[in-house]
């Protein structure tokens, strides 16, 4: 696990696109491609724009690359909630991605279960998975953290974070509350790199009891790659708790 702290959003937007750009660069020369699994939500709308801005649109070779989705909301493209939306408007079409290299998670089917289903043989013929238990193997995994401590859309207590055999799993939630689609822990931790984005006082406590305490309650503290690694970008509000004690830390003025 490498921390690393700075100072605030934009420091942490550009270390992300270095670290993401080099690991593309890397992926490419060694295997021809490079796959990545992204999140939704508020923190990562920067590094997506900062991506489809130039140089960063120009220089990555994005015909090598295929864009995945760590999550959604079980609504429809139009909805302001849609992950998908989020990821195709702020980078899928800005940039030179072949239209055939994003394989997003599909919510026009009928139920959740066949949407949840059908993204996991998306994923299952693409990285030409055989049988049940086999994981794909990310170059990339983006998440964020919430402060309850989900990451992706596995919530605390939730019987999502049991799953051992699914590559993604449907994530019903209470009240209103859109159901969701979520790729699982074994699937997460099979990948190459984990970039986690954290920013914002509101982050704080979470990232305490994730990063100090490990404490197995919050999903995010179940994220660790079995053959990876793990890179946390935080801003100094969200490093607020962890600032003092003894992490493992690069604090980047
Ligand atoms: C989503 C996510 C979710 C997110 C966290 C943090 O679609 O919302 O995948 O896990 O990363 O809730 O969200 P913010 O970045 O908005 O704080």
């Known amino acids: 696990m490498e921390i690393f702290i700075g100072p605030d959003h934009e420091w942490m937007t550009a270390e992300a696109a270095r670290l993401v750009t080099r690991k593309m660069e890397l992926s490419v020369r060694a295997n021809g491609i490079f796959t990545a699994a992204l999140s939704g939500g508020e923190t990562p709308k920067s590094l997506y724009r900062l991506l489809s801005s130039r140089p960063y649109r120009k220089n990555i070779d994005w015909r090598a690359v ?125 990948a190459r790199t984990i970039i986690f984005l954290v920013s914002g006082k509101r982050k704080a406590s979470a990232l305490e009891r994730v990063i100090l305490e490990e404490d197995p309650l919050l999903p995010a503290s179940l994220v660790r790659p079995n053959r990876g690694s793990c890179v946390f970008f935080i801003d100094k509000e969200a490093a607020e708790h962890i600032l003092n004690a003894e992490v493992e830390s690069r604090v980047s003025e």
């Open 66 to 190: 295929h864009v995945f989705m760590v999550d959604e909301r079980f609504v429809p493209y139009a909805h302001p909630e849609s992950n998908r939306r989020l990821i195709q408007e702020m980078l899928v079409d800005r940039v030179n991605l072949p239209i055939d290299h994003f394989h997003p998670i599909e919510t026009r089917y009928r139920t959740l279960s066949h949407a949840t289903i059908a993204y996991e043989k998306q994923i299952g013929a693409f990285f030409g998975l055989r049988k049940r238990s086999e994981f794909p193997r990310f170059d990339l995994v983006l998440l964020g953290i919430g402060e309850d401590g989900h990451t992706a859309s596995l919530f605390p207590g939730s019987r999502a974070l049991k799953e051992e055999k699914r590559i993604a799993v449907p994530v019903r939630r209470s009240g209103s509350r859109p159901a969701r689609i979520t790729l699982t822990l074994p699937a997460l931790n099979n």
